[in-house]
């Protein structure tokens, strides 16, 4: 079996990607950016690279860096489109399944190629992707004319399985599934609860990542309730190094800052989570998030926004975690961090119930055999 993946370069989708290793199949990635060498993460797959540039012309790095206006002029006749150099790499491979992962980044632009083909296209959902997919600036339209081509739907949440349906999806749903395929967890890391003594924050401020309200609910916090405590930021963006640089109270912190724009090694931030007390993630945006299952699965409690109710689907408010209800309100924040360091109590019983639900439903060693068995399934069943 021959499948097609188009994807951007991501973390995730080289991670979902694994799991098909030694599974038999073909695997070849269509990079739809095109954007840098091969990956070493997928280095068993075939990678389709190198089909944007019509001629690589001598000092076109120093053009683009010093002369970007020349540059995008000369690039405009340049470059291959995405969907002629996608229909090229189908005609060759002949592929039996077609997987996207994305509708903006990677669905679109081979959207005109695939429309009238007879392959079977998957489409997995990750993040914002459907349930924000407005903002992100796709139509209507467009959105209803991709997934009404979607033959097989793979999300990380049940909320986007009902936005796909009320959009046009008609197709059959493979379930939902991590976006990664599955946590990893790291058991040698975890601490009980007693010795946790960090407080590990995601620092996304983005526009819908809002890091900077959590920040803002640690200024809020009485001295005692930080002390004796470390204070981490992972994936922080700039604004957030910046708010803590301006902020004499933050600053005195001594808040550990690991930069958005330098990749932390998941296995480094699994130790993180396992030493930690709470894990704190807030945004106006989001599908299922991988850091949330694993902090979860790692044993820190979870303190996390519910943008379209996604988060309640794995967190009973109150229980094996808390629920951000307003994403713009510190002061919300401040009173369930201070809730959480208080009741030992209930961050002991919401560790033993999590490590044991992300064990049984996210362990990437027990979802492997299901996704490999995804695509034999389509190609046993599928009317070719």
């Not at 002629?84 to 679109?108: K, N, T």
Request: aromatic residues 10%; hydrophobic residues 40%; negative net charge.
């Amino acid at each position: 079996m021959k499948i097609l993946t188009v994807a951007i370069p991501n973390h995730h989708f080289f991670q979902w990607v694994n799991q098909l290793e030694k599974s038999g199949y073909e695997v070849f990635w269509f990079d739809v950016t095109d954007g840098g060498a091969a990956s070493p993460k997928i280095s068993w797959a075939t990678q389709i690279k190198g089909w944007k540039l019509k001629w690589d012309f001598p000092l076109r790095s120093r053009v683009k860096g010093g002369l970007p206006k020349l540059y995008e002029t000369i690039q405009h006749w340049n470059e291959h489109a995405v969907d002629e150099a996608f229909a090229r790499v189908y005609q060759e491979i002949q592929p039996d399944i077609v997987h996207c992962f994305e509708m903006q980044l990677a669905g679109l632009p081979i959207l005109s190629v695939i429309q009238d083909l007879p392959v079977p296209l998957i489409y997995s959902s990750w993040g914002s992707d459907l349930f924000d997919f407005k903002r992100l600036g796709v139509s209507q339209e467009v959105a209803t004319a991709f997934l009404k081509r979607v033959d097989y739907l793979i999300t990380d949440c049940k909320r986007d399985q009902v936005i796909a349906k009320e959009n046009g999806f008609d197709g059959t749903s493979l379930g939902v599934f991590p976006g990664n395929g599955g946590i990893d967890l790291e058991m040698s890391y975890m601490r009980v609860v007693a010795d946790r003594n960090a407080i590990i924050i995601k620092g996304y401020e983005d526009g819908v990542g809002k890091a900077s309200v959590i920040l803002k609910a640690i200024e809020l916090l009485n001295s005692r309730w930080l002390d004796g405590r470390s204070i981490i930021i992972y994936s922080a963006d700039r604004a957030i190094e910046s708010q803590i640089n301006n902020s004499t109270q933050l600053s005195a912190l001594g808040i550990k800052i690991y930069s958005r724009h330098n990749f932390i090694n998941n296995t480094d931030l699994l130790r993180i989570m396992g030493g930690s007390s709470i894990h704190i993630a807030n945004s106006l945006s989001d599908g299922m998030p991988n850091a949330l299952l694993e902090a979860m699965g790692m044993g820190a409690f979870p303190i996390q926004s519910n943008p379209g109710g996604v988060t309640e689907e794995v967190l009973r408010n109150g229980e094996n975690g808390f629920l951000i209800r307003d994403p713009f309100n510190s002061k919300e924040i401040a009173r369930l961090i201070e809730s959480a360091l208080d009741n030992q109590s209930l961050r002991e019983k919401a560790q033993e119930f999590n490590t044991s639900f992300i064990n049984k439903n996210y362990n990437r060693a027990i979802l492997r055999s299901q996704i490999v068995a995804l695509y034999n399934h389509i190609y046993s069943n599928h009317n070719f």
